[in-house]
């Protein structure tokens, strides 16, 4: 079992910046990719970005490319996401993910653990 937890999320006005952080627990050697996912209200849980463990393979949804950045650091089983020139658009909870598989996979059932989630509003 894989632990995540994420923090970082709050209220910032469009055009600004917040830093999510993850951190993972347990059982990390069986992961391969972590990364991030969102769900607005009324709407399905989005992928938003990961990055594969072993190289620096990311990927990003098309409309956070150039404005979001997914980092890690290995030694401390941490990925983070820097946010920028943020959007009223970009309001939800982001939860952090963990994957036996690569970045590349979108769809939420390929992403075997989720952190609680951390809430993240952008107002305009």
């Known amino acids: 079992q894989v632990h995540l937890v994420e923090s970082g999320g709050g209220l910032v006005q469009a055009g600004g910046s917040l830093k999510l952080s993850c951190v993972a627990s347990g059982r990390t050697r069986s992961t391969n990719t972590m990364g991030w996912f969102r769900q607005a209200p009324g709407a399905e849980r989005e992928f938003v970005a990961a990055?594969?463990?072993?190289?620096?393979?990311?990927d990003y949804l098309d409309s956070v490319k150039g404005r979001f950045t997914i980092s890690k650091d290995n030694a401390e089983n941490s990925v983070y996401l820097q946010m920028n020139i943020l959007k009223p658009e970009d309001t939800a909870v982001y939860y952090c993910?963990?994957?036996?598989?690569?970045?590349?996979?979108?769809?939420?059932?390929?992403?075997?653990?989720w952190g609680q989630g951390t809430q993240v509003t952008v107002s305009s």
């Open positions: 993910v963990a994957s036996q598989y690569g970045p590349t996979w979108h769809h939420p059932g390929m992403y075997d653990y």
């Open positions: 990055i594969a463990l072993s190289d620096l393979t990311s």
